[in-house]
């Protein structure tokens, strides 16, 4: 049985930045691809990035993010991460992370995958 632990989430003013991290026990998941998606208030979940498996050479984004957001991970620790700059406003959401034995490219359509972490707040004030 595996588990993702989100941390790193809280508030910070428009323009700022936060380090998502998201530590998997229980399991390795160097060979699932693993992504961040995000829910805001009275909104549906939406893709935000994900990264191909062992090692993390193929990345996808969701335009909204592009060029803020970065999505890495480190197969040693088991842990997933992302860098978020130049926040704004409307980041604001609950950041969820993922793994699933799949693509990266199938994870950012995909209605569900194998493994969920609970969830942390990010909050940006304008």
């Known amino acids: 049985q595996g588990q993702l632990v989100e941390s790193g989430g809280g508030l910070v003013q428009a323009g700022g930045s936060l380090r998502l991290s998201c530590a998997g026990s229980g399991r390795s998941f160097s060979r699932d691809a693993m992504g961040w998606f995000r829910q805001a208030p009275g909104k549906e979940r939406e893709f935000v990035a994900t990264i191909s498996a062992a090692g993390g050479s193929v990345t996808h984004y969701a335009d909204s993010v592009k060029g803020r957001f970065t999505i890495s991970r480190d197969d040693d620790k088991n842990t997933l991460y992302l860098q978020m700059d130049s926040l704004k406003p409307e980041d604001t959401a609950i950041y969820y992370c993922?793994?699933?034995?799949?693509?990266?490219?199938?994870?950012?359509?995909?209605?569900?995958?194998?493994?969920w972490g609970q969830g942390t707040q990010v909050t940006v004030s304008s």
């Open positions: 993922a793994a699933d034995f799949t693509t990266a490219q199938k994870m950012t359509f995909k209605p569900a995958h194998d493994y």
